[in-house]
Each structure stands twice: as C-alpha cells, then as structure tokens.
C-alpha cells in the first residue's frame, strides 16, 4: 500500500509561480512512476505532467514549457514546479503513484489532491 500526500498549493496572481510536492510512504521500493493530474471535465482526470523509473517525463500540451516535475533525489518525492501561471490554470491538483503489487500486478493511489487557485 502507498499513500501520498501533496502540499503546495495556494492562491497565486497570474504570471506567478508555484511549487506542489507529493510524498509517497508505505511501499515506496516498488513504486515505477509518479505524476500530476488535474480534475477535467466531467469525472475524469487528466495528465499534467509524469515521471517514471525508467527516466522518461511527459506533459499535458498546456503545461509543456511552463511546468517542470522533478523527482526530489529519492523516488517517493515528485515536484512540480509551475510558472507563468494563468487562470485556466485554476484547479485541484492530484498526485498520482503506479506500484507493482503481488504477481506483477500494477496498482496505483491517488492524494487527496491541492488546490491551486489563480486570480487577480
């Protein structure tokens, strides 16, 4: 079992900056990526950025080029780094983990999630 924790998040005038971190505890070896994502519209959940074991990085169209996720020299801490931050920007970020269970299996968790609010 992993659980994630996230912090962060806050009020921020457009074209500023902010920093999340999720850290992981619990089964934290067997975790092999870890990412950000943002509520969507309707029930789903999309990508902001992501990071796994295998080095590779990936980022939503939006966030490439302003957001940056960083692994904080160990692999249960991912950090997101986000400038030039605009309204559209506004919403409740959540961390998410991919960790390997019994028999290969593939299991994820998710935080609670951190609200970053952008407004003048």
């Known amino acids: 079992q992993v659980q994630l924790v996230e912090s962060g998040g806050g009020l921020v005038q457009p074209g500023g900056s902010l920093r999340l971190s999720c850290t992981a505890s619990g089964s934290t070896r067997s975790i092999t990526a870890m990412g950000w994502y943002r509520q969507g519209t309707g029930t789903g959940r999309e990508l902001v950025a992501s990071?796994?074991?295998?080095?590779?990085?990936d980022y939503d169209h939006p966030a490439k080029g302003r957001f940056t996720i960083s692994r904080y020299n160990a692999e249960n801490t991912v950090l997101l780094q986000m400038t030039s931050l605009k309204p559209e920007n506004t919403n409740v970020y959540y961390c998410?983990?991919?960790?390997?269970?019994?028999?290969?299996?593939?299991?994820?968790?998710w935080g609670q999630g951190t609200v970053v609010t952008v407004s003048p």
């Open positions: 998410k983990v991919f960790y390997n269970g019994r028999g290969y299996r593939l299991l994820d968790a």
């Open positions: 990071w796994s074991f295998a080095g590779t990085t």
